[in-house]
């Protein structure tokens, strides 16, 4: 579907609200290759932050949860079309949803 506004909403929540994103703007530079979670820079998005990692793949969200993204409570935007998947992201080391797991909001 062409322009559904999904890179404009990225931008603005970055770029605008300076906001802390979790997309595959944070792998740049070889940063999917750092061993523990971190705010990364990206050359030409001016003051905008990111994660360092890659939340539009599969083996991206599983690096995200082997780092403990959403546990982090860093990131304020975690952009996937895996929704599914990313489920994963939320689950609180196998222990009952109801006890304790982090809550999030889906916009589609």
Same mark, same amino acid.
């Given at each position: 579907?062409?322009?559904?506004?999904?890179?404009?909403?990225?931008?603005?929540?970055?770029?605008? #609200?300076? +906001?802390?994103?979790?997309?595959?703007?944070?792998?740049?530079? @070889?940063?999917?290759?750092?061993?523990? %979670?971190? /705010? $990364?820079?990206?050359?030409?998005?001016? #003051?905008? +932050?990111?994660?360092?990692?890659?939340?539009?793949?599969?083996? @991206?969200?599983?690096?995200?949860?082997? %780092?403990? /993204? $959403?546990?982090?409570?860093?990131?304020?935007?975690?952009?996937?079309?895996?929704?599914?998947?990313?489920?994963?992201?939320?689950?609180?080391?196998g222990q009952d949803p109801r006890e304790?797991?982090?809550?999030g909001r889906l916009f589609?």
């Amino acid at each position: 579907i062409p322009k559904t506004g999904g890179s404009t909403l990225k931008d603005m929540v970055a770029d605008c #609200h300076l +906001k802390v994103v979790a997309n595959e703007e944070g792998i740049a530079d @070889g940063h999917d290759q750092d061993m523990d %979670l971190q /705010l $990364v820079d990206v050359d030409g998005r001016g #003051h905008a +932050k990111y994660l360092n990692v890659d939340t539009t793949t599969i083996e @991206g969200i599983n690096r995200a949860i082997q %780092l403990g /993204l $959403v546990q982090s409570n860093v990131a304020d935007l975690i952009v996937t079309p895996y929704l599914y998947e990313s489920e994963y992201l939320f689950k609180n080391g196998g222990q009952d949803p109801r006890e304790g797991d982090p809550r999030g909001r889906l916009f589609a």
